[in-house]
């Protein structure tokens, strides 16, 4: 079946620091994949999205690049700032309706 | 445009007790689902409808009951409340449901935090 793992954390930057954050997948077919952001207190929100290979989503500064040959998705952000602070889930979408979500990856950015 | 609303957002329950949590959608979504969330545990699918009337389970749905009498709504329900129950539920919602239509983002509630004691 489907599967996301992404890195455990926590993560923990200063400001204006680089955020990677490393997601692969395994999937049939040619899913479509996903970043949610959680902030504390308050549901998962849709930060970007792609829905092909090689296709880029960005938002909010951050960007992910679907890439078909290494399975992956990693999440990046060129400085990261305290409000940044979270936790982020990698998910796809393929064959089935039912998303797949990776168990997430807390953040957490000092000033 | 509310999206998805959970009520309560806080609940403490006895154990034994029974209880249902409300989820609502005003984006005429089809597919809508349960998660709960642990530490540790990520996101764990509880049940799931791919419209009115028709409903699955997911990985983890002992205890829990569900119905979708219109598009709508999707309420949990807690039959018995166990300790183990203690945790933070979310309802979700999606556009399309079928298969190949993967763009489809999930729009998540603001969750329910559930203590049972």
């Known amino acids: 079946g489907d599967s996301v793992t992404q890195m455990e954390g926590p993560v923990t930057l200063s400001e204006e620091a680089f955020l990677t954050i490393n997601c692969t997948y395994t999937?049939?077919?040619?899913?479509?994949l996903f970043w949610y952001v959680q902030y504390p207190g308050e549901g998962l929100q849709l930060l970007l999205k792609?829905?092909?290979?090689?296709d880029k989503g960005s938002n909010k500064g951050f960007e992910a690049t679907y890439r078909k040959e290494t399975t992956s998705f990693h999440l990046e952000k060129g400085s990261v700032q305290v409000s940044d602070s979270a936790v982020y889930f990698c998910a796809l979408r393929g064959g089935s309706y039912i998303p797949t979500f990776g168990r997430g990856t807390s953040l957490i950015v000092h000033p | 445009n509310a999206g998805v609303t959970q009520t309560p957002k806080f609940q403490v329950l006895k154990t034994g007790q029974s209880m249902t949590l409300q989820c609502a959608q005003d984006?005429?979504?089809?597919?809508m689902s349960w998660y709960r969330q642990d530490p540790g545990m990520g996101l764990r699918l509880i049940h799931y409808?791919?419209?009115?009337?028709?409903?699955d389970q997911g990985e983890v749905p002992n205890g829990y009951n569900v119905s979708r009498s219109t598009t709508e709504d999707f309420p949990l329900r807690l039959l018995s409340a166990a300790p183990s129950q203690t945790s933070v539920y979310f309802c979700?919602?999606?556009?399309?449901?079928?298969?190949?239509?993967?763009?489809?983002?999930?729009?998540f509630g603001q969750g329910t935090r559930l203590t049972v004691v």
């Open positions: 984006m005429n979504h089809e597919y």
């Open positions: 999937a049939t077919g040619y899913p479509s």
């Open positions: 979700a919602s999606s556009y399309d449901f079928r298969p190949g239509s993967g763009a489809t983002e999930a729009f």
């Open positions: 409808s791919v419209g009115a009337g028709i409903t």
């Open positions: 792609a829905t092909k290979a090689d």
